[in-house]
Every structure is written in C-alpha cells, then in structure tokens.
C-alpha cells in the first residue's frame, strides 16, 4: 500500500525564521544556534503547511517554535472553516488506525440519553468486530451498556468513563427480551483488549422478494487492505460484486451508516463497481488545491477516473439507480462516493442527514529527521464531481428520513426487519409494512466511531504532492 510522505528539498518557501538566521550567519560567520528538538518539529510542520494546506491564504500566524507541536500546528490552522486538520504523535500508528489496526475490545457505540427525567448515559452496542474479545464474550448489536468498571454513566461523567474502554474494563449491561418487550439485565462481562484488523466488508447478503432480488453490503470504512496484503478489501469487494453480478441481483444497497471515510483509493474502486458503463475515460472527482500548488500545471486540472471493472454491476442495476443507508456518521470517502455517481445515476438515501465534509487529506511524516514522530493530516484539496458540484459541506438529506436509535432495540444488521434496511427494501419493493413499531424519542449524544481516526477523513493516496522545483 502506498503512503504519501513528504520530503522538504522540493520546498520552495522557506521558513522565515530560517532566513534570518542565514543572513545573520552570512554577516557575522557566527555559528547558528542548534534547533531544539520543538523548534525543528515546528519548523517542518510550518514547511508543510506553507506548501500544501488548502487555505494557505488565510493560515495563521504561528505561535512560538518552542510551544509543543501539538499547539503549534494548531495555532496555524483556519478554524472554525477548517473543522478537519490534525496531528498525530506516531505517523505509524496513524497509519495504522487508518487501516483499521487499533488496540481495542472489539465493539463500537452509540449513545443516548436513557430519559429526560434522569441524567443517566446508555451506549447501544451498534456492532462487534470478528473475532474480537467483545465477540468471544457473547456481545451483541442491540445490547445496552450501563456501567463500565462498576460505574454508572451520566451526564456529568460519561466522556472520562468511555476513556476506559481502551484498557481493560468491566460492562453492566441489558438485552432486549423480544417476548417481555423489555430490557432484561445480563451477567456483567470482563473484557479484555487485543490489536485488531478490522474487515471493513462487514456483511453481504442478497435478498429475493416477489421478483426483485437485491444485493446489500455492509461496509464500515475504505481501506484498500493491510501491511502484506495490500489490496485485501479492494479485493474483497470485487468478490462480493462478482457474486451479486454472477446471481443477477437488480437492485443494490450499500450501508454506510457507520462509515467514517477513509482511502481515496477504495472509494474509487467501490464505484467503479456501480456507475453503469464506465471506463477509465470517464471523470470520478475532481481536485483543486491551494492557490501555491494551483501554480503548477501538473495540479491545475486534476482529474481522478473511474476504473474499468470486469464486476461492474451498474447495467443491470434497475432504474439506474442505487440505495445508500446513510446516518451522521456517514463521512468524507462516503460523501465522494455518493458525489462522485449523481452525475451518472441516481442515488436514493434512506436514513439520517450525512456530516458534511467535501475537503480531503493527505498522511504526511517527516523522512528527514528521523526523531521526529509525528503524523500530519492537513487539509489539502477539495473534491469536485464531474459537473463540478461540491455543496455538500452541510451534508447529503436523505430522500427518506429514519433513526435506528428511534426504535425498541437494535436488531442484526442483515435482519429485513432492521429498521433502516426494512425502510429500504419497501421503497425498492413499493410494499410499505402495515405495522409501524411506535417511535421511541432518543436524543443521540454520539458514537464511538466519531473517535476513530478514520473518522471524517478522506485520505488522498493517488495524488502526488512532492512539488520539484
């Protein structure tokens, strides 16, 4: 797999600080100070963004070369427009966290206020990873924690009980009794962590209702594959949609109401397999940078392309059309996919408002200073679709509105009676179900997976912005 690094001989805008000092040098011969170890983390952080980040223009004034490299790069940044920039202490383990590798207990959360009349915090375990520890241990989707390490969660103390999950930790928890209609209170669980390599191909299945048969395919995030097996999932992927095309399936359901973003790449792949008819001629998104990298005439016109695919379902998808579960937990990767095919198909969403994000990344380490530990992922480029559209910042509305939190309890996903997915099959069959489960008010406080790197990010890893001079 392929990462960006960055390299500063190519620079061409120095730092000023810099300057000065070499002119000092030129008119005293006195020596130039070391850097201290700040100072040169500083320095090439501020070399970086001076050349790549996307509002170079409005970037601003740095702090002190001494501060910390976490506050430095921080003070540079266009908040609030720039919602997204960040820095790493390990580029490894950001690279790592990207693909899926993390040290964890294996299952991830949302989480609701239990009522109005109490300051009590619920987490619904929205999905366990395969062969996790919270998968050995029995948990399922659906299930409600309660306490963790023996502590109830509330209000006032729920962020710093969460922080505990990353060790190992205790759960009080409930399952819901579908024949009491009731949660009923399990045997707490000690769960241990383990490094994981989560599959972002999650589920697959293909459903026959009358005479519609329907591919659906769960994916949590884009990652071409891992350390060793670098196209893993992009592969995966192929084979799913190689399946669906080899039974004839005549409509497709992506669900990505758990998908943070992720690799360029994959997205690129992912579509490749919808949009109907097209080859590597045909425009996917487009890419504009800052006003500096503008400049260059390699970067003025950049074009990203579909990829001929042999699996390539989108001629024998029925009304040229594709289904997407969506929450606001949808992001970056997802959005693009979504931007990227509107040109050549329509796109229907069922599910909640996406989180808005049409700027992508790039992962960056320091090559030359091998003390120098840190990630970067600035903002670097803006993604355009072949008709140059890009106003989605405040997100996708879906075409039909649905809370999973809304419901009594969290079924499998996969299950057709899953709220969402059950919301999606009757619009492709035009068989509404007569009996609507009443609405249960929830106020959604957040999930773990807006935790995740991965989260919100779009990574550029085809574009190359090692600018020669």
Same mark, same amino acid.
Not at 40 to 49: C, F, L, R, S
Not at 208 to 218: A, E, H, L, P
């Given at each position: 797999?392929?990462?960006?690094?960055?390299?500063?001989? %190519?620079?061409?805008?120095?730092?000023? =600080?810099?300057?000065?000092? +070499?002119?000092?040098?030129?008119?005293?011969?006195?020596?130039? !100070?070391?850097?201290?170890? +700040?100072?040169?983390?500083?320095?090439?952080?501020?070399?970086?963004?001076?050349?790549?980040?996307?509002?170079?223009?409005?970037?601003?004034?740095?702090?002190?070369?001494?501060?910390?490299?976490?506050?430095?790069?921080?003070?540079? &940044?266009?908040?609030?427009?720039?919602?997204?920039?960040?820095?790493?202490?390990?580029?490894?383990? &950001?690279?790592?966290?990207?693909?899926?590798?993390?040290?964890?207990? %294996?299952?991830?959360?949302?989480?609701?206020?239990?009522?109005?009349?109490? +300051?009590?915090?619920?987490?619904?375990?929205?999905?366990?990873?395969?062969?996790?520890?919270?998968?050995?241990?029995?948990?399922?989707?659906?299930?409600?924690?309660?306490?963790?390490?023996?502590?109830?969660?509330? &209000?006032?103390?729920?962020?710093?009980? &969460?922080?505990?999950?990353?060790? =190992?930790?205790?759960?009080?928890?409930?399952?819901?009794?579908?024949?009491?209609?009731?949660?009923?209170?399990?045997?707490?669980?000690?769960?241990?962590?383990?490094?994981?390599?989560?599959? !972002?191909?999650?589920?697959?299945?293909?459903?026959?209702?009358?005479?519609?048969?329907?591919?659906?395919?769960?994916?949590?995030?884009?990652?071409? %594959?891992?350390?060793?097996?670098?196209?893993?999932?992009?592969? @995966?992927?192929?084979?799913?949609?190689?399946?669906?095309?080899?039974?004839?399936?005549?409509?497709?359901?992506?669900?990505?109401?758990?998908?943070?973003?992720?690799?360029?790449?994959?997205?690129?792949?992912?579509?490749?397999?919808? *949009?109907?008819?097209?080859?590597?001629?045909?425009?996917?998104?487009?890419?504009?940078?800052?006003?500096?990298?503008?400049?260059?005439?390699?970067?003025?016109?950049?074009?990203?392309?579909?990829?001929?695919?042999?699996?390539?379902?989108?001629?024998?998808?029925?009304?040229?059309?594709?289904?997407?579960?969506?929450?606001?937990?949808? =992001?970056?990767?997802? @959005?693009?996919?979504?931007?990227?095919?509107?040109?050549?198909?329509?796109?229907?969403?069922?599910?909640?408002?996406?989180?808005?994000?049409?700027? %992508?990344?790039? *992962?960056?380490?320091?090559?030359?200073?091998?003390?120098?530990?840190?990630?970067?992922? !600035?903002?670097?480029?803006?993604?355009?679709?072949?008709?140059?559209?890009?106003?989605? =910042?405040?997100?996708?509305?879906?075409?039909?509105?649905?809370?999973?939190?809304?419901?009594?309890?969290?079924?499998?996903?996969?299950?057709?009676?899953?709220?969402?997915?059950?919301?999606?099959? @009757?619009?492709?069959?035009?068989? !509404?179900?007569?009996?609507?489960?009443?609405?249960?008010?929830?106020?959604?406080?957040?999930?773990?997976?807006?935790?995740?790197?991965?989260?919100?990010?779009?990574?550029?890893?085809?574009?190359?912005?090692?600018?020669?001079?």
């Amino acid at each position: 797999m392929k990462y960006l690094s960055y390299n500063k001989a %190519g620079l061409a805008l120095v730092f000023g =600080a810099l300057i000065f000092l +070499n002119a000092c040098k030129d008119k005293t011969d006195d020596p130039v !100070p070391e850097l201290s170890a +700040n100072a040169k983390v500083n320095t090439w952080i501020q070399e970086v963004m001076d050349e790549v980040y996307l509002w170079l223009d409005d970037m601003r004034n740095p702090i002190s070369l001494e501060s910390e490299p976490e506050d430095y790069f921080e003070s540079l &940044l266009f908040r609030p427009t720039d919602r997204f920039s960040v820095i790493y202490p390990d580029y490894q383990e &950001l690279i790592n966290s990207l693909s899926g590798v993390s040290k964890e207990a %294996g299952y991830e959360i949302t989480l609701a206020r239990e009522s109005s009349t109490n +300051n009590n915090v619920i987490a619904f375990i929205t999905y366990t990873k395969k062969g996790s520890p919270a998968e050995t241990a029995g948990l399922k989707r659906g299930d409600l924690i309660t306490h963790i390490n023996g502590v109830r969660m509330t &209000l006032d103390n729920y962020q710093e009980i &969460l922080g505990q999950r990353s060790e =190992a930790h205790s759960i009080s928890y409930l399952r819901y009794n579908e024949s009491s209609s009731n949660y009923v209170a399990q045997t707490p669980v000690d769960l241990t962590t383990s490094v994981l390599s989560e599959d !972002p191909n999650f589920l697959d299945s293909i459903y026959t209702i009358g005479n519609q048969k329907i591919g659906y395919v769960v994916y949590h995030f884009f990652a071409p %594959g891992i350390e060793g097996q670098a196209t893993r999932y992009d592969d @995966e992927m192929d084979a799913v949609f190689a399946k669906f095309k080899a039974e004839g399936i005549n409509h497709l359901i992506l669900d990505f109401r758990y998908n943070g973003g992720g690799y360029q790449s994959s997205a690129i792949n992912l579509a490749s397999l919808i *949009a109907p008819n097209v080859t590597n001629d045909d425009v996917f998104t487009k890419i504009k940078y800052n006003s500096y990298l503008m400049g260059f005439d390699q970067l003025k016109n950049v074009q990203i392309k579909f990829e001929s695919k042999p699996q390539n379902l989108g001629p024998i998808l029925s009304g040229n059309k594709v289904y997407i579960i969506t929450s606001s937990r949808t =992001a970056s990767a997802s @959005e693009l996919i979504i931007n990227g095919l509107k040109p050549y198909m329509e796109v229907f969403m069922v599910g909640g408002l996406t989180y808005g994000k049409n700027v %992508g990344s790039i *992962a960056i380490e320091d090559e030359e200073n091998p003390s120098n530990k840190y990630g970067l992922l !600035p903002i670097v480029s803006q993604s355009f679709n072949k008709n140059d559209q890009s106003d989605y =910042a405040s997100g996708f509305q879906p075409n039909i509105q649905g809370n999973e939190l809304s419901q009594p309890t969290l079924l499998p996903l996969g299950d057709t009676n899953e709220f969402l997915l059950k919301l999606t099959l @009757e619009q492709i069959t035009g068989t !509404p179900s007569p009996d609507r489960i009443q609405m249960i008010e929830r106020i959604d406080m957040g999930s773990s997976i807006e935790k995740q790197t991965r989260f919100g990010r779009l990574i550029d890893d085809q574009t190359n912005l090692k600018v020669k001079h």
